[in-house]
């Protein structure tokens, strides 16, 4: 018997969200699951661009001590523009084909063909 997996995996592990029988109800759960995915990085690289803001607003580190010239430039730049990294991450979770989506080394939903062992 064949079955179809749902799950995601990231580079230091893998968690499986489901086991279906039936292809179109996983690439269902697939498309839910990376859906979720993708509003977890938008809502990542709107918190990256509020966090650097205020960062930014403070004017010192966690220490106290004031930002250097090359940090408040890092800070203004991710201020306006967000974390690149959410920008990558938001472009390959917005892949829709379970076999060409690759969001290593972060989380990434797949959809996995298996045969059942009897």
């Known amino acids: 018997m064949i079955v179809f997996l749902v799950g995601e995996a990231d580079c230091?592990?893998?968690m499986?969200?489901?086991v279906y029988k039936d292809k179109d109800k996983a690439l269902v759960?697939?498309?839910e699951h990376r859906l979720d995915l993708l509003e977890n990085a938008k809502s990542g690289f709107e918190y990256s661009k509020k966090s650097a803001q205020e960062?930014?607003?403070?004017?010192?580190?966690?220490?106290g001590k004031p930002w250097d010239?090359?940090?408040?430039?890092?800070?203004?730049?991710?201020a306006e523009n967000g974390d690149d990294m959410y920008l990558d991450m938001?472009?390959?979770?917005?892949?829709?084909?379970?076999?060409?989506?690759?969001?290593?080394?972060?989380?990434?939903?797949y959809l996995k063909e298996e045969e059942v062992i009897e």
């Open 90 to 109: 938001i472009k390959k979770l917005s892949e829709e084909d379970p076999e060409k989506i690759d969001n290593y080394p972060h989380d990434t939903p």
């Open 55 to 63: 960062m930014l607003d403070k004017g010192v580190n966690y220490e």
């Open 12 to 14: 230091e592990s893998d």
């Open 29 to 31: 759960a697939f498309q």
């Open 16 to 18: 499986l969200s489901g």
């Open 69 to 78: 010239e090359d940090m408040i430039k890092h800070l203004k730049n991710e």
